[in-house]
């Protein structure tokens, strides 16, 4: 079966680091860069599929906050759009930079890093976060085991290390799991919505995901109070995006709105993501895009495709990767190696976080 790429909510994965990061950025037209790759290396191109920085890198992870990780040599370091490399390659791992600050791994620690490539945490860390909303969760060695809390951008933690896990915060409130069940807190970490929770994934547009009754339970969507809004009877369901979230129920997904409501009269074999008004779908074993009228907009005719962001979308053509524009148009022609983890790298940054 032909696999939409990219729409799995999951951690972003940059470099080798264990981050989860993102939020959309603005970006001068002249400066949008798209990570690609060529012959097996990494490189940048602008918008018209012109390289603007070679493809030369072992890996690399996309542009955030005007630079973007590479690596060289087995090292991470940094570059500006155009392509200087302006904090060297010396770090076992490094993320994106989400609100000035980057975590990096050095043997089995990490910290955190600002736009300097000076180091302004601790090297303490087992895994970090991205910062969101001035805070990132990180996770220490306690004596009674690993705990999760949160710190500021000065290092120091707003709030102490006592979960199990814990997630980012988003519209105000953050994830968190205490014994087997997950709840949520505020910035000051005061408990907000007690764990009673299988799973509690972030807030989007006003809902969070969440399963009830253990692992085999079923999915529903809970506000900012804590009340089940749209009730636990799904099999499975991504986040909300653009108002827009995919929710299985007998094998099959339909799409839903913030009430509750079926958008559209038709199902689908797997889920999938709005962005910009459009989503990709599979129709007879092709990928096209569809708008929430559920209208084709551009025909299936793709083996793989992703979602659009600012303005493109990646669309893969025999074995190659190629952009196309809103209307359907091909505005860089599929010439690049088709990589499903650097696609996933834009979905899960422009759909999770921002």
Known sequence: ??????????ALLLCTACQREGTKVAEKADSYRLLVKSQGKYGFCDRNGQMVVPAQYENASIFAEGLAAVRQNGKDGYIDVKGNMVIP?????????????????????????????????????????????????????????????????????????RFFDASYFSEGLASVRIGKQRGYIDKSGQMIIEPQYFEAGAFKDGLARVKINGKYGKVGFIDHKGALVIPAQYGNATNFNEGVAAVSKDGKWVLIDTKGNQIMDRQFDSPTIFSEG??????????????????????????????????????????????IDKKGEMVIKPEFDWDGRLIDQYTSYYTTFH
Do not use: H
């Not at 791992?93 to 910290?111: C, L, P």
């Not at 990132?136 to 707003?158: L, N, P, T």
């Not at 779908?281 to 979602?307: F, T």
């Open 1 to 10: 079966m032909r696999r939409m790429i990219g729409l799995a909510l999951a």
């Open 89 to 161: 390659p010396r770090f076992d791992a490094g993320s994106i930079f989400k609100e000035d600050r980057a975590a990096v791994k050095n043997g089995n620690r990490w910290s955190y890093i600002d736009k300097k490539g000076e180091q302004v945490t601790e090297s303490r860390y087992v895994f970090t976060f991205a910062f969101t909303e001035g805070l990132s969760s990180v996770v220490v060695i306690e004596k009674d085991g690993y705990k999760a809390g949160y710190i500021g951008k000065d290092g120091k933690f707003a709030i102490t290390p």
């Open 278 to 323: 459009l989503a990709p779908v599979v129709q007879e074993k092709k990928i096209g895009y569809m708008d929430k009228q559920g209208k084709m907009v551009i025909a299936p005719k793709y083996e793989a495709g992703s979602i659009f962001v600012n303005g493109l979308a990646p669309v893969k053509v025999g074995e190659k990767c190629g952009y």
